[in-house]
T-cell receptor
Framework: GAVVSQHPSRVICKSGTSVKIECRSLDFQATTMFWYRQFPKQSLMLMATSNEGSKATYEQGVEKDKFLINHASLTLSTLTVTSAHPEDSSFYICSASGERGGSNEQYFGPGTRLTVT | RKEVEQDPGPFNVPEGATVAFNCTYSNSASQSFFWYRQDCRKEPKLLMS???SGNEDGRFTAQLNRASQYISLLIRDSKLSDSATYLCVVSLNAGKSTFGDGTTLTVKP
């Protein structure tokens, strides 16, 4: 079954509004969570890495003031797209890494499709 | 040069065919290697990890050549359900991964 959930799965919002996406690890403690973005026909691009209780580390070219990441607990990370614009429309996927079943793997959420009109 | 490069594809093969995908990576300090499968508009799912000794899982065989910084995936006896995009993934340290652009496979009846 799913070990990482994301909510919402789809969201349509108007330009200028903010959207929050949640990523939860369901049966393990995720010490690290990653946020990726995927545009059509392109691969996943890492946006940022977040560790519980500390500030996220953003990849080059990703605006930290636009993409706010909060990793408040070992099971929840949120990504808020502030003042969304049509070019932010994309597939956002989180992944969680932590010990589960004796191994340390990365598990992906089902993704959130954001459409900004 | 991209950190992870894959065959551009697409690969269109008949059922039962054997198909091989290649991937090269640029950072010699990379530690972990994976093949993921991604279906259209879905999240990537781990297909298999790749080890230096090579590993096999049913019809799938993955190999790693650290000296050449090269990873491969071989699919034997292709099924219609194998149609997907296959992503080569390389990790430098725990969890942080770089994805290739993916190779699209279509298996036809």
């Amino acid at each position: 079954g799913a070990v990482v959930s994301q909510h919402p799965s789809r969201v349509i919002c108007k330009s200028g509004t903010s959207v929050k996406i949640e990523c939860r690890s369901l049966d393990f403690q995720a010490t690290t969570m990653f946020w990726y973005r995927q545009f059509p026909k392109q691969s996943l691009m890492l946006m940022a890495t977040s560790n519980e209780g500390s500030k996220a580390t953003y990849e080059q070219g990703v605006e930290k003031d636009k993409f706010l990441i909060n990793h408040a607990s070992l099971t929840l990370s949120t990504l808020t797209v502030t003042s969304a614009h049509p070019e932010d429309s994309s597939f956002y996927i989180c992944s969680a890494s932590g010990e589960r079943g004796g191994s340390n793997e990365q598990y992906f959420g089902p993704g959130t499709r954001l459409t900004v009109t | 040069r991209k950190e992870v490069e894959q065959d551009p594809g697409p690969f269109n093969v008949p059922e039962g065919a054997t198909v091989a995908f290649n991937c090269t990576y640029s950072n010699s300090a990379s530690q972990s290697f994976f093949w993921y499968r991604q279906d259209c508009r879905k999240e990537p799912k781990l297909l298999m990890s790749v080890y230096s000794s090579g590993n096999e899982d049913g019809r799938f065989t993955a190999q790693l050549n650290r000296a050449s910084q090269y990873i491969s995936l071989l699919i034997r006896d292709s099924k219609l359900s194998d149609s997907a995009t296959y992503l080569c993934v390389v990790s430098l340290n725990a969890g942080k991964s770089t994805f290739g652009d993916g190779t699209t496979l279509t298996v036809k009846p």
